[in-house]
């Protein structure tokens, strides 16, 4: 339902499309959104920004009929209309695109693309799949998908595949306002750039676009005013033109952040982990790699370099289909992830929601799950000690709530991913594998996570790093293996490793390739 193209009405006073009147929403108690009043044009990009917990989900999902409890006004298109149901959202023409992926992975692009109404043939209970396969086909060119296999499950396809689907999902119920939480945190560069095309196409027709994002460069590109939140609040709305990152970034945080990478201070040590010849038939091939005591080694490609791949094949998730692992220089066999964890191999991975945190348990159990075996001595669990383990982990990383029983579920996206950094940091890995560590994190926060990485290697834990986070690769790393189509093409050691050297050597160009 679109509600914004009023004719001879727009004519005259442009409706905003959306107009949200000192709204607020609590949670038991807490005000996770404080009166904010939030507007949009039809045609406009605005982006909401803040810290992690600041409210910016919140206050969307109010949009989204996440809750029936929010108080203020909402008026869409000029009227006022009460969105306490997602049906009564997307009735009245909201279309929300959420920070995690929401699509039911087992079945089929087409299937979750018209979920809820798929055409039926006349007068029988019969799946009409001809008029299913046109519906999906057009729905999947609004966003410039138009050569995928609409029988394809969600598993199969990639992660910015799947972020597009979920767009072209939202937009077949015609939305006259668009919310979008975080759309680019799985995507590589160049998916972004075919994001925004998509999305100027959008505000082109008309339609609404918030836009929530930590990343500051994308929101001056796309962005045409900016809100920022701190604490539930409203701090500040203004045009994108007339305002400067720096300000943002202050009026985000309450204080001025420099640059924040300093130089580790770490002694490497001997070798803990080493690949030899490794092969994933498809995926990667011949790869060598060895990592030291202390060290932290990145590897960078482009998306589709076979990175998680990899990772996952170390980890015991994916079969190697050849070569061999050694971890402190003896020859060892990890078949699963149970054994990884046993041998200290930790990997955080990309995807928190899917594998990793358990969302319904607290945030205590979630840390502590790889080692309770280790702290328990026979029946006898030693609840005191993992107490004092998990408040420690929780200043140590500034989770927000300060709570170990908080459920994990209930927390901000950032926080659920220092939930994950504190659950393997407690593992007390030999090596631990980092999979785009900060994705969704604030500039604060990833503050907090870096010195926790450097920590880490500081008590002689060897760390791979995989990040499409540049500068995040630069500051960290004390060398990085150049990854392409399933290859390592080179090495570019700490002096001269530059955003600009792995840039171009990702792409297989520059003098640091083979
Ligand atoms: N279902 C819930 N129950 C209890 N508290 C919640 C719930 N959902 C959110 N909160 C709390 O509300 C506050 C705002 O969270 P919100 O998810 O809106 O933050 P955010 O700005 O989106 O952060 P991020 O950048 O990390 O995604 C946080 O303190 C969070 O813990
Ligand atoms: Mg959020």
Same mark, same amino acid.
């Given at each position: 339902?679109?509600?914004?193209?009023?004719?001879?009405?727009?004519?005259?006073?442009?409706?905003?499309?959306?107009?949200?009147?000192?709204?607020?929403?609590?949670?038991?108690?807490?005000?996770?959104?404080?009166?904010?009043?939030?507007?949009?044009?039809?045609?406009?990009?605005?982006?909401?920004?803040?810290?992690?917990?600041?409210?910016?989900?919140?206050?969307?999902?109010?949009?989204?009929?996440?809750?029936?409890?929010?108080?203020?006004?909402?008026?869409?298109?000029?009227?006022?209309?009460?969105?306490?149901?997602?049906?009564?959202?997307?009735?009245?023409?909201?279309?929300?695109?959420?920070?995690?992926?929401?699509?039911?992975?087992?079945?089929?692009?087409?299937?979750?693309?018209?979920?809820?109404?798929?055409?039926?043939?006349?007068?029988?209970?019969?799946?009409?799949?001809?008029?299913?396969?046109?519906?999906?086909?057009?729905?999947?060119?609004?966003?410039?998908?138009?050569?995928?296999?609409?029988?394809?499950?969600?598993?199969?396809?990639?992660?910015?595949?799947?972020?597009?689907?979920?767009?072209?999902?939202?937009?077949?119920?015609?939305?006259?306002?668009?919310?979008?939480?975080?759309?680019?945190?799985?995507?590589?560069?160049?998916?972004?750039?075919?994001?925004?095309?998509?999305?100027?196409?959008?505000?082109?027709?008309?339609?609404?676009?918030?836009?929530?994002?930590?990343?500051?460069?994308?929101?001056?590109?796309?962005?045409?005013?900016?809100?920022?939140?701190?604490?539930?609040?409203?701090?500040?709305?203004?045009?994108?033109?007339? /305002? &400067?990152?720096?300000?943002?970034?202050?009026?985000?945080?309450?204080? #001025?952040? *420099?640059? !924040? $990478?300093?130089? =580790?201070?770490?002694?490497?040590?001997?070798?803990?982990?080493?690949?030899?010849?490794?092969?994933?038939?498809?995926?990667?091939?011949?790869?060598?790699?060895?990592?030291?005591?202390?060290?932290?080694?990145?590897?960078?490609?482009?998306?589709?370099?076979?990175?998680?791949?990899?990772?996952?094949?170390?980890?015991?998730?994916?079969?190697?289909?050849?070569?061999?692992?050694?971890?402190?220089?003896?020859?060892?066999?990890?078949?699963?992830?149970?054994?990884?964890?046993?041998?200290?191999?930790?990997?955080?991975?990309?995807?928190?929601?899917?594998?990793?945190?358990?969302?319904?348990?607290? /945030? &205590?159990?979630?840390?502590?799950?790889?080692?309770?075996?280790?702290? #328990?001595? *026979?029946? !006898? $669990?030693?609840? =005191?000690?993992?107490?004092?383990?998990?408040?420690?982990?929780?200043?140590?990383?500034?989770?927000?709530?300060?709570?170990?029983?908080?459920?994990?579920?209930?927390?901000?996206?950032?926080?659920?991913?220092?939930?994950?950094?504190?659950?393997?940091?407690?593992?007390?890995?030999?090596?631990?594998?980092?999979?785009?560590?900060?994705?969704?994190?604030?500039?604060?926060?990833?503050?907090?996570?870096?010195?926790?990485?450097?920590?880490?290697?500081?008590?002689?834990?060897?760390?791979?790093?995989?990040?499409?986070?540049?500068?995040?690769?630069?500051?960290?790393?004390?060398?990085?293996?150049?990854?392409?189509?399933?290859?390592?093409?080179?090495?570019?050691?700490?002096?001269?490793?530059?955003?600009?050297?792995?840039?171009?050597?990702?792409?297989?160009?520059?003098?640091?390739?083979?």
């Amino acid at each position: 339902m679109n509600t914004n193209n009023g004719g001879a009405e727009a004519s005259t006073v442009l409706n905003h499309a959306l107009e949200m009147r000192h709204v607020s929403k609590s949670f038991l108690g807490t005000l996770a959104v404080d009166d904010v009043s939030f507007t949009a044009l039809p045609g406009e990009v605005h982006a909401l920004v803040g810290e992690n917990g600041a409210g910016k989900s919140t206050l969307m999902r109010i949009l989204a009929g996440s809750f029936s409890d929010y108080t203020g006004e909402i008026l869409i298109g000029g009227r006022p209309v009460a969105l306490h149901s997602p049906g009564a959202a997307k009735e009245h023409g909201i279309g929300m695109v959420y920070q995690e992926l929401s699509l039911a992975r087992p079945i089929s692009v087409a299937e979750n693309l018209l979920a809820e109404r798929l055409p039926q043939i006349k007068g029988t209970p019969f799946v009409d799949w001809k008029a299913v396969e046109r519906e999906a086909k057009a729905l999947l060119e609004r966003v410039g998908l138009e050569n995928l296999d609409i029988y394809a499950s969600i598993s199969e396809i990639s992660q910015c595949e799947a972020q597009l689907v979920e767009i072209a999902k939202v937009l077949g119920r015609n939305p006259s306002v668009l919310v979008m939480d975080e759309p680019t945190s799985a995507l590589s560069s160049a998916e972004v750039t075919r994001l925004f095309e998509i999305i100027r196409r959008l505000k082109s027709q008309g339609i609404a676009i918030a836009y929530i994002s930590h990343h500051l460069q994308e929101i001056f590109e796309i962005a045409d005013t900016i809100t920022v939140m701190r604490d539930g609040k409203h701090v500040k709305t203004c045009k994108v033109s007339e /305002v &400067s990152s720096e300000t943002i970034v202050e009026l985000m945080v309450g204080r #001025s952040i *420099g640059e !924040f $990478y300093s130089k =580790r201070e770490v002694k490497i040590g001997g070798e803990i982990f080493r690949v030899e010849r490794a092969s994933r038939y498809g995926f990667f091939h011949d790869i060598n790699l060895r990592v030291c005591e202390g060290e932290i080694l990145g590897v960078c490609g482009l998306a589709g370099a076979g990175r998680t791949e990899l990772a996952r094949s170390i980890m015991g998730v994916d079969p190697l289909d050849g070569g061999e692992i050694y971890i402190n220089g003896q020859k060892t066999r990890i078949r699963n992830m149970g054994e990884a964890i046993e041998k200290g191999v930790v990997y955080l991975t990309e995807n928190r929601k899917t594998d990793g945190l358990a969302l319904a348990l607290t /945030v &205590s159990e979630n840390s502590l799950s790889t080692m309770i075996s280790r702290l #328990s001595r *026979g029946i !006898f $669990y030693r609840g =005191r000690k993992h107490r004092n383990l998990v408040v420690d982990l929780i200043r140590k990383l500034s989770i927000y709530p300060r709570m170990p029983d908080a459920v994990v579920n209930n927390l901000s996206g950032g926080n659920q991913q220092k939930v994950l950094m504190a659950k393997w940091i407690a593992a007390a890995p030999k090596l631990m594998i980092l999979d785009e560590p900060t994705r969704g994190v604030d500039i604060g926060a990833k503050e907090i996570i870096h010195k926790a990485i450097s920590d880490l290697t500081a008590k002689g834990s060897a760390v791979i790093l995989f990040t499409s986070d540049l500068p995040e690769m630069v500051g960290l790393c004390d060398r990085v293996m150049i990854m392409r189509q399933g290859h390592i093409i080179g090495e570019i050691d700490r002096q001269n490793m530059s955003e600009r050297s792995l840039l171009l050597a990702a792409n297989g160009e520059g003098e640091f390739v083979a």
